[in-house]
C-alpha cells in the first residue's frame, strides 16, 4: 500500500513536471485527443444545434461565460447526446470498414463476423486481441487490429457517456422542472 | 421570449445532425424507418428533443433486434456444423469444419435451411446414423453457450439503457400533459 509519505512524493514529483521537452515527444503529445477523435471536444455547430432543440429555443446560444446552472446544464447534456451520436456513427464505420478488410477470411460467414466482432468488442482489450486473432488469423492486418481495439475503445468509453448523458439529463430536468415551479408560483401570485 | 420549435419544425435538422442510422451493410433502411414510425406512434413525441430520445430508443431497439438475429446465426451455423460432422465421419471425430466434405456440409446447412423437403431428407439420415435432432442442438448450443451469453449481457445491457430513456421520455411528457380541472382544484 502507499504510504502518505509516498503520496505526498508523487505529488510534489508530478507538480514538477512540465510535460513533453522534446519536439517529437510535444508532437506526439499533441496528437492524443487526435488520434481516433473519440475524446476530442464536440462539434461546435451539432453542439449548438443540440442545445437549442434541448432549450427549445431556437434563438439560445451556448456561451459557457454567460449562463445560469440551468442552462449550464442543458449544455452538459447536449455535449453527452452529440457525443454519443458520434460515437454510433464511428462505430457503425469502424465495423465496416473492419468487415472489408477480413473479407479474405470471410467467405459466406459474413453474419458470424459480425457476431465474434460484436461479441468480442465487449471483453478487455488483450482478451479481446487474442480472441481476436484465434478468429481470424494469427497475423491479421495492421489496419484490422487498429480496427478491432478502436472498437473495444467506442465500446468502453460507450459505457461511460450513456451514463454521463443520465446524469445530465437527471440534473437538468431537476433545474428546467424548479424553474417551471418558480414561474407557476409568480404567474398565480 | 425564446420562439418554441415544434417537432415537425425540427424532423430535418434531427436528421442532419444525428445522422441517417447507424446500420449495417446487410441491413435494411426501410425496416429501420418501420420500428422508428411504430415508436413514433407509440410515444407521440411533442418536442424536439422528444423526438430525438424516440430516435435513440429505436436506435436501442434495433441493436437489441440485431443481438438477437446474431445469436440465432451463431447457433444456427453451429448446428449445420454439428450435423454435417455427424453424418460424415464417427461419433469421436474432432469436430472441425475443415475436415468436412461440400457434400455434408451441404446437408448441415439444409438441416437449418429454408427448404422444408431438404431439412426432412437430413433428419431422416440424422436418424438413420442413430443421432437425434436434440441431440445435435444441444452439442451446438454448449460449443456457443460462452458467446451467446456474452451477447445476452450485452442485451441486458440495452435493456436497461432503454428502460432509462422511456423512462427520460415520460418524464417529459408527464410534465407537458395539462393537469385535469380536479387536480387543478386541489391544487388551489
Known amino acids: ?189 | 421570449m425564446s420562439r418554441s420549435l415544434s417537432s415537425s419544425q425540427l424532423s430535418d435538422p434531427i436528421t442532419s445532425l444525428l445522422g441517417s442510422p447507424s446500420l449495417w451493410q446487410d441491413e435494411d433502411p426501410d425496416q429501420f424507418d418501420e420500428l422508428m414510425a411504430a415508436l413514433t406512434a407509440e410515444f407521440s413525441p411533442a418536442t424536439a428533443y422528444e423526438r430525438i430520445l424516440v430516435r435513440n430508443i429505436s436506435e436501442l431497439q434495433w441493436d437489441m433486434l440485431r443481438h438477437r438475429r446474431l445469436q440465432k446465426t451463431l447457433l444456427r451455423r453451429q448446428i449445420a456444423k454439428v450435423a454435417a460432422l455427424i453424418l460424415q465421419g464417427p461419433p469421436d471425430m474432432p469436430f472441425d469444419l475443415g475436415l468436412v466434405s461440400p457434400e455434408y456440409e451441404a446437408m448441415g446447412r439444409a438441416l437449418v435451411g429454408p427448404d422444408p423437403a431438404a431439412r426432412q431428407k437430413t433428419e431422416v439420415r440424422i436418424e438413420a446414423a442413430g443421432h437425434g435432432i436434440d441431440e445435435i442442438v444441444s452439442e451446438a448450443y454448449q460449443q456457443v453457450a460462452g458467446e451467446i451469453a456474452r451477447h445476452e449481457q450485452r442485451l441486458a445491457a440495452l435493456i436497461e439503457e432503454r428502460r432509462g430513456l422511456r423512462e427520460e421520455l415520460e418524464m417529459l411528457q408527464k410534465r407537458r400533459r395539462p393537469m385535469p380541472p380536479e387536480a387543478e382544484l386541489a391544487a388551489e
Open chain 1, 1 to 189: 500500500m502507499t504510504t502518505r509519505k509516498q503520496q505526498e512524493a508523487n505529488r510534489r514529483n508530478a507538480g514538477r513536471s512540465t510535460g513533453p521537452r522534446t519536439s517529437t515527444g510535444k508532437a506526439a503529445s499533441a496528437r492524443n485527443a487526435r488520434r481516433h477523435g473519440f475524446y476530442a471536444a464536440p462539434d461546435a455547430a451539432e453542439l449548438e444545434a443540440m442545445y437549442r432543440i434541448i432549450m427549445g429555443d431556437e434563438a439560445a446560444r451556448p456561451d459557457p461565460s454567460c449562463l445560469g446552472s440551468r442552462e449550464l446544464a442543458a449544455l452538459a447534456l447536449a455535449e453527452a447526446e452529440v457525443r454519443l451520436a458520434w460515437l454510433r456513427r464511428a462505430e457503425a464505420a469502424r465495423l465496416r470498414e473492419l468487415e472489408s478488410e477480413l473479407a479474405h477470411c470471410l467467405h459466406d460467414n459474413r453474419a458470424l463476423l459480425l457476431a465474434r466482432l460484436q461479441e468480442m468488442v465487449w471483453h478487455d482489450k488483450e482478451r479481446a486481441a487474442a480472441q481476436f486473432r484465434e478468429a481470424f488469423g494469427p497475423e491479421p492486418s495492421e489496419r484490422a487490429q487498429t480496427l478491432q481495439r478502436e472498437l473495444v475503445t467506442i465500446a468502453g468509453h460507450r459505457r461511460r457517456l450513456v451514463g454521463r448523458r443520465r446524469r445530465a439529463f437527471r440534473r437538468w430536468y431537476q433545474l428546467d422542472q424548479s424553474q417551471c415551479d418558480g414561474l407557476q408560483t409568480r404567474s398565480k401570485e
